[in-house]
Nanobody, 126 residues
Framework: QVQLVESGGGLVQAGGSLRLSCAASSGTFSNYAMGWFRQAPGKEREFVASINWIGSRTYYTDSVKGRFSISRDNAKNTLYLQMNSLNPEDTAVYYC???????????????????WGQGTLVTVSS
């Protein structure tokens, strides 16, 4: 399985911005749709955004539309999540994962992938 390492999290004030990165170890990164998920304390992991293999199609959960932007650089085997206008409800550990399709990732379908990384913690203070 592809190995993924998330980075870029931190502490930010409400209204601020962060850019998360997800570096993939495998050269097959470009074969997969990719998604960002997050898990807040005491809650289930939830879908945030996804992108198809070439970067031409994206999906977002309603609460981040217009504020977050997912992108990828297949030459660098890296996935990004630009997060703007952050609010305390965005506080969570953020994870990336591959999937069979950008649309399928919306429902949490990551295919046979189960090697979740450590994630990166985003804390938004009010």
């Amino acid at each position: 399985q592809v190995q993924l390492v998330e980075s870029g999290g931190g502490l930010v004030q409400a209204g601020g911005s962060l850019r998360l990165s997800c570096a993939a170890s495998s050269g097959t990164f470009s074969n997969y749709a990719m998604g960002w998920f997050r898990q807040a304390p005491g809650k289930e992991r939830e879908f945030v955004a996804s992108i198809n293999w070439i970067g031409s199609r994206t999906y977002y959960t309603d609460s981040v539309k217009g504020r977050f932007s997912i992108s990828r650089d297949n030459a660098k085997n890296t996935l990004y999540l630009q997060m703007n206008s952050l609010n305390p409800e965005d506080t969570a550990v953020y994870y990336c994962a591959p999937g069979p399709g950008a649309y399928a990732l919306r429902s949490g379908d990551t295919g046979d992938f189960d090697a979740w990384g450590q994630g990166t913690l985003v804390t938004v203070s009010s």
